[in-house]
T-cell receptor, first 112, second 114 residues
């Protein structure tokens, strides 16, 4: 059974810092991995989607990497801003299964 | 382009009542799914559909029914509400079952069962 873990559960940083969020998964037979952002009381917004054949994806100040063999992904946020404050979720899509398996998220607070 | 629309946004039910949570997407997406989100447990898949007329169970299907008569709509029915079904429910869709494109989520329905 696929299990997805995100560490840390919460993170507080001052504005301007570069930061890394971690995601690990137990079954390396994944089809893809997605990083989502969730604001309080809102749905999930997809940030980056990495296919299993890819090593990383970039969008603006965000960079996500994927190491399938070690079961890890990282989300790098450069020059953090207060508007980045949200919960960040990673999720994997397993080969042969029609579902995303989610981690429980990292709650990020960026202070001005 | 409205994306994924869920109604209602909030609902309070009494134990034993039934109701339908609505989900509609206007992106001609083939794949649709329902998740529930509970504190400390993350999002868990309830039911999913890979196309009109095709549905299947996820991790936590008990107490819920779905149907997919059109590509656009994927309603979730609670048959006899129980306090354990108090949760936030999210509907999601993506272009195809191949998951080459990101999933789109609605804003959720916050459901309380008394």
């Amino acid at each position: 059974k696929q299990e997805v873990t995100q560490i840390p559960a919460a993170l507080s940083v001052p504005e301007g810092e570069n930061l890394v969020l971690n995601c690990s998964f137990t079954d390396s037979a994944i089809y893809n991995l997605q990083w989502f952002r969730q604001d309080p009381g809102k749905g999930l917004t997809s940030l980056l989607l990495i296919q299993s054949s890819q090593r990383e994806q970039t969008s603006g100040r965000l960079n996500a990497s994927l190491d399938k063999s070690s079961g890890r992904s990282t989300l790098y946020i450069a020059a953090s801003q207060p508007g980045d404050s949200a919960t960040y979720l990673c999720a994997v899509w397993n080969t042969g299964f029609q579902k995303l398996v989610f981690g429980t998220g990292t709650r990020l607070l960026v202070s001005p | 382009n409205a994306g994924v629309t869920q109604t209602p946004k909030f609902q309070v039910l009494k134990t034993g009542q039934s109701m339908t949570l609505q989900c509609a997407q206007d992106m001609n997406h083939e794949y649709m799914s329902w998740y529930r989100q509970d504190p400390g447990m993350g999002l868990r898949l309830i039911h999913y559909s890979v196309g009109a007329g095709i549905t299947d169970q996820g991790e936590v299907p008990n107490g819920y029914n779905v149907s997919r008569s059109t590509t656009e709509d994927f309603p979730l029915r609670l048959l006899s509400a129980a306090p354990s079904q108090t949760s936030v429910y999210f509907c999601a869709s993506s272009y195809s079952r191949l998951q080459l494109q990101p999933q789109h989520f609605g804003d959720g329905t916050r459901l309380s069962i008394l």
